[in-house]
């Protein structure tokens, strides 16, 4: 079965520090996809990234990258020079095949903390 | 952008009522989803559908249902609500295919007393 692991459960940090969300995912597919979402008090999920299977580059939008590594599951988050904006859950989110990719399986979520 | 907005941010209702949850999208979006949202439980899926009339259990469908009458909304019921359906509800929609990401709407904080 696909799982999802966020085993950060919190993470505080003071403003400007670097922070990493770590995510693991189990399948036995060779095809899937992964995605980060973020969840902001207001509590709307809002799509950060989508990474297919077959593309290992690493990602960077501004002070956000993602680090993608097949060799040990894992699709890591980081966010460089924390603000306090970034204060949110964030969830990771893997397909499922099976359904056509239509369906999402998510982990915990990770609540990062950005205190001023 | 893609909108999608759930009827109600917050809804108190008694251990029995008949609970509707609306949401609608409108951008013209094959799939609709419904989850529920629990401290250290992450999302987990009510109901999914890719198509009007059609739906499909997801992981947790015990003591709902949901309505599909027209592509753009999707509705969700509690026939029988019951205080361990005191959760957050947040509905969902994404193009049919591949790897497509979901769009979310702000979710509903339902209560029951």
């Known amino acids: 079965a696909q799982k999802v692991t966020q085993a950060q459960t919190e993470i505080s940090v003071v403003e400007k520090e670097d922070v990493t969300l770590d995510c693991v995912y189990e399948t036995r597919d060779t095809t899937y996809y992964l995605f980060w979402y973020k969840q902001p008090p207001s509590g709307e999920l809002v799509f950060l990234i989508r990474?297919?299977?077959?593309?290992?580059q690493n990602e960077i939008s501004g002070r956000y990258s993602w680090n993608f590594q097949k060799s040990t599951s894992s699709f890591n988050f980081t966010i460089t020079a924390s603000q306090v904006v970034d204060s949110a859950v964030y969830f990771c989110?893997?397909?499922?095949?099976?359904?056509?990719?239509?369906?999402?399986?998510f982990g915990t979520g990770t609540r990062l903390l950005v205190s001023p | 952008d893609v909108k999608v907005t759930q009827s109600s941010r917050y809804l108190v209702k008694r251990t029995g009522e008949k609970v509707f949850l609306e949401c609608v999208q409108d951008?013209?979006?094959?799939?609709m989803f419904w989850y529920r949202q629990d401290p250290g439980l992450g999302l987990r899926l009510i109901y999914f559908?890719?198509?009007?009339?059609?739906?499909e259990k997801g992981d947790i469908p015990e003591g709902y249902s949901v309505s599909r009458e027209k592509k753009e909304r999707f509705s969700l019921i509690l026939e029988s609500a019951s205080t361990n359906q005191t959760s957050m509800y947040l509905c969902?929609?994404?193009?049919?295919?591949?790897?497509?990401?979901?769009?979310f709407g702000p979710g509903t904080r339902l209560t029951v007393t």
């Open positions: 951008m013209d979006h094959e799939n």
């Open positions: 559908s890719y198509d009007v009339k059609m739906k």
């Open positions: 989110a893997l397909s499922e095949p099976a359904t056509g990719f239509q369906k999402l399986v």
């Open positions: 969902a929609s994404s193009l049919s295919g591949r790897g497509y990401e979901q769009y």
């Open positions: 990474r297919n299977s077959f593309d290992e």
